[in-house]
């Protein structure tokens, strides 16, 4: 694996689950294997558990880490080519970056939208730049557009579910659901969440949100889409409830109808499923308290789980990577 931007750097997804699963009992394995090797984790907004689980994952592979918040330790940062730089951005990423790619065996970036040019957004400048300019494998922890280590990291989980199951003898059947938001949150998550599912294939994958609420459809085709969210919730496995703004007329809310809020009531219309939401997650607005709090959420064990997804994803870029001299030569 070269880069991890989406599940397009993926040869197969269940081998790379099968190593997440392997290093949650096993999580010492390789721990040599990222010896003498850097990993620069660049934050450019905020968050909690991608970088401790990331953090956690790289030092349990030897890595040395260090992480960089982009704006507030370092010069706010240029993206656009061409720019006359007389603004509030310092420095520019065609400088930045291979620098960073010298000092770094992998740079691992988290980005978020704008949520006001949707073309600026859906062109994902600050990963792509970076991948670009850098010279070294680039890791998503999040861009403008995708999640890849949360999909990955819900998939691992879902598998974990489905093995412990009556499910492993039939095909599953995930809903994803649009819930309500105080704000205008980004695709990511959901954009990310159906691409995964839809890669793995190997369940029935529906997506329910209110109307005009449509994802970019490269995303969304191979799932089932509809606007009745009590049809879509009918006897399935799993429920993974993410809020997004509108794609079409681009980062809005139209609505904000609490009657989409996954209750205890909607989910008795399932297979008694699993609830599943990438956290943080509005108590009360999103979900229930007494879905959350019950035996139906997973939300803790996926949350956990990214350790594990993230462990897989660098080990199998670090096998890719050229060792670090131990000395230098003079001439």
Same mark, same amino acid.
């Given at each position: 694996?070269?880069? $991890?931007? #989406?599940?397009?750097?993926?040869?197969?997804?269940?081998?790379?689950?099968?190593? @997440?699963?392997?290093?949650? !009992?096993?999580p010492f394995a390789d721990k040599s294997l990222g010896l003498n090797k850097r990993i620069g984790m660049l934050f450019l907004n905020p968050s909690m558990r991608t970088r401790l689980s990331t953090q956690i994952a790289a030092e349990q592979l030897g890595m040395n880490v260090i992480v960089f918040n982009v704006g507030k330790e370092g010069w706010n940062m240029e993206f656009e080519d061409g720019a006359i730089m007389s603004g509030n951005t310092s420095?520019?990423?065609?400088?930045?970056a291979p620098i960073l790619g010298k000092y770094f065996d992998i740079i691992a970036i988290r980005s978020f939208p704008n949520l006001t040019n949707k073309e600026e957004d859906y062109n994902e400048e600050v990963i792509e730049s970076f991948k670009k300019y850098?010279?070294? &494998?680039?890791? #998503?922890?999040? #861009?403008? =557009?995708?999640?890849?280590?949360?999909?990955? *990291?819900?998939?691992? *989980?879902?598998? !974990?579910?489905?093995?412990?199951?009556?499910?492993?003898?039939?095909?599953s059947k995930i809903v994803l659901t649009w819930a309500p938001?105080?704000?205008?949150?980004?695709?990511?998550? @959901?954009?990310? $969440?159906?691409?995964?599912?839809? @890669?793995?294939?190997?369940?029935? $994958?529906?997506?329910?949100? &209110? !109307?005009d609420y449509e994802l970019d459809e490269k995303y969304t085709t191979g799932a089932t889409i509809t606007t009745n969210q009590?049809?879509?919730?009918?006897?399935?496995? $799993?429920?993974?409830?993410?809020?997004? #703004?509108?794609?079409?007329?681009?980062?809005?809310?139209? =609505?904000?109808?609490?009657?989409?809020?996954?209750?205890?009531?909607?989910?008795?219309? =399932?297979?008694?499923?699993?609830?599943m939401h990438c956290l943080p997650v509005r108590r009360n607005v999103e979900l229930s308290d007494e879905v959350l709090d019950s035996a139906n959420s997973i939300v803790t064990q996926e949350a956990a789980n990214r350790i594990w997804a993230a462990q897989a994803v660098l080990s199998e870029i670090l096998k890719g990577c050229s060792p670090r001299p131990l000395k230098g030569s003079y001439s």
């Open positions: 694996m070269k880069n $991890f931007i #989406s599940v397009n750097d993926v040869s197969s997804i269940n081998t790379l689950v099968s190593k @997440a699963l392997y290093y949650k !009992e096993n420095e520019h990423v065609k400088d930045a850098a010279g070294v &494998p680039i890791v #998503s922890l999040e #861009s403008a =557009t995708l999640h890849p280590l949360q999909s990955l *990291t819900d998939i691992m *989980t879902i598998q !974990e579910e489905i093995k412990k199951s009556e499910i492993k003898n039939r095909k938001h105080i704000k205008p949150l980004p695709q990511c998550v @959901a954009n990310s $969440f159906a691409q995964w599912v839809n @890669a793995w294939g190997e369940a029935d $994958f529906i997506i329910t949100h &209110p !109307e009590d049809e879509a919730l009918k006897d399935a496995d $799993f429920v993974y409830v993410k809020n997004w #703004s509108t794609y079409k007329d681009y980062g809005r809310i139209y =609505t904000n109808d609490p009657s989409w809020m996954l209750t205890e009531k909607k989910l008795m219309l =399932t297979n008694h499923a699993k609830v």
